[in-house]
């Protein structure tokens, strides 16, 4: 079975300009999480789609959004990117439903961003 | 503020020693707890987890300890190995309300290395 897959892997942007990054799940995965990893920070915890739907969310601005399609692949945008935006952005995909019970994540390998 | 700290941000240990990486959370409301390890370039990969009803879980090599009434868990690593260099993240879970999803909150990772 195919891994968690995110494009593109490495992007460089100015501050003010926006940018999409995609995350195409593990095959059968409804749920897909985004983080931002910065040093020091771990791995803070953007929003979770699931069927469509934005089900979570962190905290973080409006600035960043994202999407779910019906093949459960996943788009995230940023718009009026600043400086403090440079991160790795990690995707992981999940069976998890809604049962309560945990269901593993597997990550991908990180969409690299650095905004100059 | 963040619920799931790991105050060590590296560690170092000769090889076939045991390594011990330390986590402390704050929310009582975490019941499942797991430690994800990270090779640059890659995402995380899940290592292992526990429950919050049992205090120890061992799979291999690597061995979970939790301790409740402190609000603490430990990973152990016996014998380490050059290739376990990486860094942990230490992660936590809750339980929500019916049809949400259980989210993951992270720690900042530690920065484990394995010297020959």
């Known amino acids: 079975k195919a891994g968690v897959t995110q494009t593109p892997r490495y992007l460089i942007k100015t501050r003010g300009q926006q940018v999409t990054l995609s995350c195409s799940p593990i095959s059968g995965h409804r749920s897909v999480s985004w983080y931002q990893q910065t040093p020091g920070q771990g791995l803070q915890f953007l929003f979770e789609?699931?069927?469509?739907?934005?089900?979570n969310k962190g905290n973080f601005p409006g600035r960043f959004s994202g999407r779910q399609f019906s093949n459960s692949r996943s788009e995230m945008n940023v718009s009026t990117l600043e400086l403090g935006d440079s991160a790795l952005y990690l995707c992981?995909?999940?069976?998890?439903?809604?049962?309560?019970?945990?269901?593993?994540?597997?990550f991908g390998p990180g969409t690299r961003l650095t905004v100059l | 503020d963040q619920q799931v700290k790991q105050n060590s941000p590296s560690l170092s240990v000769q090889e076939g020693r045991i390594s011990i990486l330390n986590c402390d959370y704050t929310n009582s409301m975490f019941d499942y707890f797991l430690w994800y390890k990270k090779y640059p370039a890659e995402g995380p990969t899940f290592l292992i987890s526990i429950s919050s009803i049992k205090d120890k879980n061992e799979d291999g090599r690597f061995t979970v300890f939790l301790n409740k009434s402190a609000k603490h868990l430990s990973l152990h690593i016996v014998p380490s190995q050059p290739g376990d260099s990486a860094v942990y993240f230490c992660a936590a879970s809750a339980r929500r309300s019916s049809g949400s999803a259980r989210q993951l909150t992270f720690g900042s990772g530690t920065q484990l290395t394995v010297l020959p």
């Open positions: 789609y699931f069927s469509e739907t934005q089900r």
């Open positions: 992981a995909s999940s069976l998890q439903g809604t049962s309560g019970s945990y269901n593993e994540q597997f």
